[in-house]
């Protein structure tokens, strides 16, 4: 299925529907506590905007010492961008499937809220998530039709709450407090930090790298570090 | 209007001590205490004090599960303490959140636990059990919070894992401590159950913490490689079961007093399978 999404997108004549298409691309290293070490992650993202709407896909390849699937989330999003009472306003809905083992897979659908002003941003939003053995994995364990294979987590919230500090016409610094990023949801109980710094190198092209604190147990009141990321990235749009 | 704002300050003042002596605030920044710490120091134990295997003479036994006490009182523990006494009952475990973390509740835990040679009890570390520096009342009490025990019938062995996610993760050096376990000691087993007293999956919408999604990642792709019964949990104080595969992940209503639904699980083994039952502490004498 998503190779023939990635064929349908990379075939369309693109340039004759979308007023502007981006690539974004970035690449991450970290550590946790399920990663054995360091490990590292790769991302291509495409997306293109077409009067008031935009869509986006990609995906996300992941090496670790633990045995996860190298191609590890896909993702597809649609946005509208919109005003209400003469704000600016996006709304997001979104598929994200991750094959996390090689039997097993989880989706999430779900849809964000968003608003952004020079100095702050802020989303808010509902997931729904599935956990889910595949196919195969049906067939190795040999599960009849009695056995349930799935377990869904019917509502979740989503929220980032960023600020942005400009400290030039080309920089400007972030601070987040979220739970999701590109290719991951955690529980709302799961907040993670972000600090990032973004640079127009020029009307093309944006660079940007996030430093990210994730920790484990904070309604729990019993704070424990999870794990950090580094991510360097670039926006560049095409046309 | 005085009368009421100084009503309302002493409502507040009440709700404030009472969460204070009950919530330890000082765990949302600096805990006293570490997951991966706290495994070194059971893994200590764990080398001087060998794991226990408990003989039965029958082929069915059955086990009382229980969490969230969270002592203070000990109405429904005494209740659950003497129904676990009986005969019928090989063993007792306690899958966290027994005490306040106070010393004091940990001394009425330790009173009011049975003789372990007349029944054997277990113990899981909750987060509950660990504020107010909790830990350093249970490992001298208690000792390890990451161990395993087995069950040993005329015929078949069991294999009984506690883990310890008082911290919302099971940290590095506790999961490959899991992961060898379950690699080269599960199949010299019939059936495993894992008691972690955080519960994994999320089928309401409640303020408790569960592990982040990427250790809930490994943790059941291990557990359905290495065919594990039942992941017993309490945590969210009520009770829901995840069908997944060949696991059954249980969350238990709470023990804890003055709740409508308090309860326990009977976990009974027979030859040819492992049953749960939920039963309300109400029924007891």
Redesign the interface.
């Known amino acids: 299925m998503t190779g023939t999404l990635l064929f349908l997108i990379l075939s369309f004549p693109a340039n004759t529907l979308f007023s502007q298409i981006w690539l974004n691309g970035y690449t991450e290293t970290g550590t ?5 070490g360091f490990y590292e992650g790769v991302s291509g993202q495409v997306s293109a905007k077409f009067h008031n709407f935009k869509v986006q896909t990609g995906g996300l390849f992941y090496f670790s010492n ?2 996860n699937p190298v191609f590890s989330a896909y993702k597809l999003q649609l946005e509208n961008i919109f005003s209400a009472f003469k704000i600016p306003l996006t709304i997001t809905a979104f598929y994200l499937w991750k094959p ?2 090689d ?2 897979n ?1 989706t999430n659908v779900g849809a964000l809220l968003s608003y952004e002003s020079k100095h702050f941003g802020c989303e808010l939003g509902l997931n729904t998530r599935f ?1 889910y ?1 595949n196919q195969q ?1 049906i067939l190795k ?1 040999g ?1 009849t039709s009695s ?5 869904w ?4 919230a989503m929220y980032r709450v960023s600020y942005y500090l400009p400290v030039s016409p080309k920089t400007e610094f972030e601070a987040s407090i979220t739970n999701f990023d590109f290719f ?4 709302e ?2 907040p993670q930090i972000r600090l990032g710094c973004n640079y127009k190198l020029n009307e093309k092209m944006l660079l940007y790298g996030n430093l990210g604190y ?1 920790e ?9 570090t ?2 950090v990321f580094l991510r360097a990235g670039v926006v560049w749009q095409i046309n | 209007m005085a009368n009421q704002l100084k009503t309302g300050f002493l409502f507040a003042m009440f709700m404030l001590q009472s969460c204070t002596y009950t ?3 000082s ?3 600096f ?1 006293d205490d ?2 991966d710490a706290r495994f070194v120091q059971s893994n200590d134990w764990n080398q001087s004090h060998p794991f226990k295997t408990i003989n039965v003479s029958s082929e069915n036994y059955q086990l009382l599960v229980a969490a969230d006490s969270h002592l203070g009182g000990t109405k429904n523990l005494d209740k659950l303490i003497k129904e676990a006494i009986k005969p019928e009952n090989t063993a007792l475990i306690l899958v966290g959140d027994n005490v306040t973390g106070h010393k004091e509740d940990y001394d009425t835990l330790k009173t009011h636990l049975p003789d372990f040679n007349l029944k054997p009890w277990f113990l899981a570390v909750g ?1 509950h059990d ?2 107010f520096e909790g830990w350093k009342t249970f490992y001298p009490y208690f000792g390890t919070s990451t161990y395993y025990f087995s069950i040993q019938t005329p015929t078949q062995k069991d294999l009984y894992i506690v883990l310890d996610s ?7 050096k506790q ?1 490959a401590w899991l992961q060898n376990v379950l690699v080269t000691q599960r199949t010299a087993y019939r059936n495993c159950v894992v008691f972690s007293h ?1 519960n994994f ?5 409640t ?12 943790l ?2 291990l557990f ?2 290495n065919r594990i019964n039942m992941v017993i949990s309490g945590h969210d104080h009520v009770r829901s079961i ?5 696991t059954t ?1 249980i969350t238990m209503d709470a023990l804890l007093d003055g709740f409508s639904r308090a309860g326990y699980l009977k976990l009974k083994t027979t030859p040819l399978k492992m049953e749960y039952e939920f039963n309300e502490v109400k029924a007891l004498n």
């Open positions: 946790n506590n399920v990663s054995e633990a045995n996390f083992s039997d097993l989880e956990y053995f994995a364990y599960f056995t349930s294979t799935s377990i987590e019917p509502v979740n991951q949801i955690e529980q109980t799961n994730l484990a147990g904070l309604l729990n009141m019993r704070v424990n999870f794990g | 919530l330890d605030f765990g949302f920044f805990p570490l997951v987060n660990l504020y008082g911290s919302g993760t099971l940290g590095a999961l955080v999956f999320r089928n309401r919408h303020g408790s913490t569960n592990p982040l999604v990427d250790e809930l990642y490994v059941m792709d359905a490689k995840n069908e997944f595969g060949n992940y």
